[in-house]
């Protein structure tokens, strides 16, 4: 279970399952969803499949993934997003209510 | 090389952990029927019951995870995705809702309503697996 916790720690792996949730893509299509290195994305890719949240499969010369989450796996990610977007909202409130506060400081 | 690879511990974790819950449900049963918490004959039924249900669940839960190689996936692979991955979600409800209704409802309720939760489960996903079946043919 830890290794599910891990996986869905991280955003990029988080937004890489939400992808599949539309279903199986090769490496290449996920990795054009993202700034970041193919070997990077492989790291992330390990995670996942280490965690058994996906599968890859050898279709020709590339490789395809598809989920392999279970429904409380599914519910637990859902979980996270919900609570990861409530976190961003909560800070962006945070960071709108402290602006005002710089401006008066900076006028007087 | 060792039979006991980290995979096949990996797949009989789950049931085994299942089976151990089974037991010491019934044991626990056991237990509050010793202590006079419950008449005997309805809780070995109850028993009996809720733990179909929590099976039922257990089976849902693991639906999604179960995957077929992609060649021999014959309609769109994403739909059949999203049909193992819903069917999964019913059968997870269907089994936990089986479950409360013999563990609350009275005896001669339990058992029509249980029947119908699992009936409008098994309706949903039939229901599904025919347009499922269906737009594959249009599609070929």
């Not at chain 1, 990029?12 to 490496?27: F, W």
């Not at chain 1, 965690?51 to 050898?58: C, P, R, V």
């Not at chain 2, 089994?95 to 098994?122: C, E, I, T």
Request: proline letters at 4%; charged letters at 20%.
């Amino acid at each position: 279970m830890d290794r599910v916790f891990k996986a869905l720690s991280d955003p990029t792996r988080r937004r890489v399952l939400e992808l599949l949730h539309g279903g199986p893509m090769s490496a290449g299509e996920l990795a054009d969803h993202f700034p970041v290195s193919k070997p990077t994305m492989s790291a992330h890719f390990a995670v996942l499949q280490e965690a058994g949240l996906i599968e890859a499969e050898k279709a020709g010369r590339t490789i395809v993934y598809r989920l392999r989450m279970s429904v409380l796996e599914d519910a637990l990610l859902g979980f996270v997003k919900t609570f990861d977007r409530q976190l961003t909202m909560n800070g962006a409130r945070r960071a709108r209510g402290r602006r005002p506060q710089r401006a008066l400081r900076g006028e007087s | 090389m060792s039979l006991w690879s980290s995979h096949a511990a990996k797949s009989l974790r789950s049931p085994l952990l299942f089976a151990g819950f089974v037991l010491s449900l019934a044991g626990a049963a056991k237990l509050a029927a010793r202590l006079g918490l419950m008449d005997e004959a309805d809780l070995a039924r109850r028993v009996g019951m809720v733990t179909i249900g929590l099976l039922l669940a257990f089976i849902g839960n693991s639906i999604p995870k179960t995957l077929a190689p992609l060649s021999e996936v014959r309609c769109d692979p994403s739909k059949h995705q999203a049909f193992q991955r819903w069917s999964g979600w019913v059968w997870l409800i269907a089994g936990l809702g089986y479950a409360v209704v013999w563990l609350v409802a009275p005896l001669d309720v339990a058992a029509p309503l249980s029947m119908l939760v699992v009936g409008v489960a098994m309706a949903l996903v039939l229901a599904r697996l025919v347009r499922l079946k269906r737009a594959g043919q249009r599609a070929a």
